[in-house]
């Protein structure tokens, strides 16, 4: 016992003292290969089998501790001949994430923009139709303020982006189509939320509890909200505190291409600050 005691202590030690940044920077790979893993075979068949490797690595582990000659041979030679079965068994996901690798060695801002254009012609398509049917809707596009207090007032959605959904949501005596969509991004985070109303008394009297709404949210936040009205199909937007109504499909359009322009914009210039730091600081290494 006293033996595994000193094993024990010394790779302590080793972990404290020995490593160099070299290490560290090893060390920091893997824990980002295996949590890559993790994502990849997440909710699949095949995160069972990881757990059943993982077992065997820390019983492999201890059995060479404990000095169990047999069963830590048996135990590698699993182990070693396992490396061929377990390319049959995650073949679909070595592929997969082959594939995402190739995606992304090369960043695709033609993708991108296609993606945000199509977001926006789904947002105009759901807009123009409710409005035909003067079916109510309230959608708020999140900017840089986080609506996170909102969101938890309705019901988790975080579905892409469509017209079909969309419209489904604000359907009249469905669940979900009293209260308001939470948009980030291109993704539709929550429905049937709740937000507080304006405080402004020059609104005019005509403007139902939905315009109150999203003027509301707009004057505590950064965030775009469209409007139908119910009454009138009129398609209104929420923007700083001040409403802009009759839109037709280009203003739509105009609005909606400006607001994810943006965020295209934000985020390429995010990906290219990280990238650019990560190549100074490999640099930085070589030097």
């Not at 359907?171 to 402004?200: M, Y």
Request: hydrophobic share 45%; with cysteine; net charge neutral.
């Amino acid at each position: 016992m006293g033996g595994i005691w000193d094993q024990v202590q010394t790779f302590f030690w080793n972990i404290i003292h020995r490593p160099t940044w070299v290490d560290y920077i090893d060390i920091l790979i893997i824990a980002f290969l295996i949590y890559q893993l993790i994502k990849l075979t997440r909710q699949t068949r095949a995160v069972q089998v990881l757990k059943g490797l993982g077992i065997i690595i820390v019983a492999s582990y201890i059995s060479e501790l404990m000095g169990l000659t047999a069963l830590n041979w048996l135990l590698r030679s699993i182990l070693n001949n396992g490396v061929i079965v377990l390319i049959i068994l995650f073949q679909p996901e070595l592929r997969k994430a082959l594939e995402q690798i190739g995606r992304s060695t090369k960043l695709d801002r033609s993708t991108q923009r296609d993606e945000s254009e199509r977001v926006v012609d789904e947002i105009t398509q759901c807009l123009l139709r409710l409005s035909r049917r003067r079916v109510g809707a309230l959608i708020v596009f999140e900017q840089k303020t986080g609506l996170k207090d909102v969101t938890e007032t309705g019901t988790a959605i975080d579905s892409l982006i469509s017209a079909p959904l969309l419209e489904n949501i604000f359907e009249p005596n469905t669940p979900l189509h009293d209260g308001a969509v939470i948009i980030r991004g291109q993704r539709i985070v929550s429905a049937a939320c709740v937000l507080d109303l304006t405080k402004s008394s020059a609104i005019s009297r005509d403007l139902g509890t939905r315009h109150r709404a999203g003027l509301g949210v707009s004057e505590a936040t950064d965030a775009i909200v469209f409007i139908v009205s119910e009454e009138t199909g009129i398609i209104s937007m929420a923007r700083g505190g001040k409403l802009t109504r009759h839109l037709d499909a280009e203003a739509i359009r105009a609005e909606l291409r400006q607001l994810y322009h943006e965020e295209h914009s934000r985020l390429w210039r995010f990906t290219h600050r990280a990238l650019n730091g990560a190549v100074k600081g490999g640099d930085g290494h070589d030097e």
